[in-house]
């Protein structure tokens, strides 16, 4: 099981933008395929982003599909997030996970979770 923290979040207008990154302590992201994942008040964890170890498969929710990027850095040692053009709707707890098994986008699948964190826009 990999530790992982997040950091970037904040607060900024609708139409502004923020980057997110997901590290982890003691070991590299290497190994793992990784996600992200929101969770608004009132409402359950949903998908955001994926990307496979490789960095060639990425997946995003239809809901961010073309504001949002994930990526690995080129140390793989971070998966960054930067989302643009964001709406009120954007705003939730920001979770990066991690799985050693096969990629997805399903919550369940994954072993290891950040502490997440708070992304805020206002309209």
């Known amino acids: 099981q990999v530790q992982l923290v997040e950091t970037g979040g904040g607060l900024v207008q609708a139409g502004g933008s923020l980057r997110l990154s997901c590290e982890a302590s003691r070991r590299t992201l290497s190994s793992y395929n990784m996600g992200w994942f929101r969770q608004a008040p009132g409402k359950e964890r949903e998908f955001v982003a994926s990307?496979?170890?490789?960095?060639?498969?990425?997946y995003y929710a239809d809901s961010v599909k073309g504001r949002f990027t994930i990526s690995r850095d080129k140390a793989m040692n971070t998966v960054s997030l930067q989302m643009n053009s964001l709406k009120p709707e954007d705003t939730a707890v920001y979770y990066c996970a991690a799985t050693a098994q096969y990629m997805t986008v399903i919550a369940d699948r994954y072993d290891c979770w950040g502490q997440g964190i708070q992304v805020t826009v206002s309209s």
């Open positions: 990307i496979a170890r490789s960095s060639m498969n990425i």
